[in-house]
Each structure stands twice: as C-alpha cells, then as structure tokens.
C-alpha cells in the first residue's frame, strides 16, 4: 500500500474514515448535516427515505424508519 507523504503518525488514520462535517442553519428553526454519499450507498438508504433521530447520552443516532 502506498501511504501519501502528508500521512504521519500511526496507522490508526489508515484504519477508519473519518468524515469532518459542519452543521449548517437552514431557515430560523432547523440545522443539517451533510453525509457523505459514501455511507448513504453503504446503508443502501435513498432520496426522501425515512430516518428516525434519537438522543444516546451525547450522541445523535439516525436510523432507518421501520
């Protein structure tokens, strides 16, 4: 495998993604996240799917309605 020049340190950057995103205010009541189509493929979610959005201590979990 090639490691680009500007990858130092451990190898635990190689090992998981991580994916940087900023929350965004829409309108005067509402915020929205980017996800990266990446993980929308990898989940096999589409366009105006259903998602259900719950509290877990300091975590935000989305997953798909049932």
Do not use: A, C, F
Request: charge should be positive.
């Amino acid at each position: 495998m090639n490691i680009p020049w500007y990858v130092h340190g451990s190898m635990d950057y190689m090992k998981k993604e991580v994916h940087i995103r900023k929350i965004v205010k829409n309108g005067r009541n509402s915020y929205y996240i980017n996800i990266p189509k990446e993980l929308i493929r990898e989940l096999s979610w589409r366009e105006r799917q259903k998602l259900t959005i719950r509290r877990s201590g300091k975590r935000i979990v989305v997953e798909d309605w049932k």
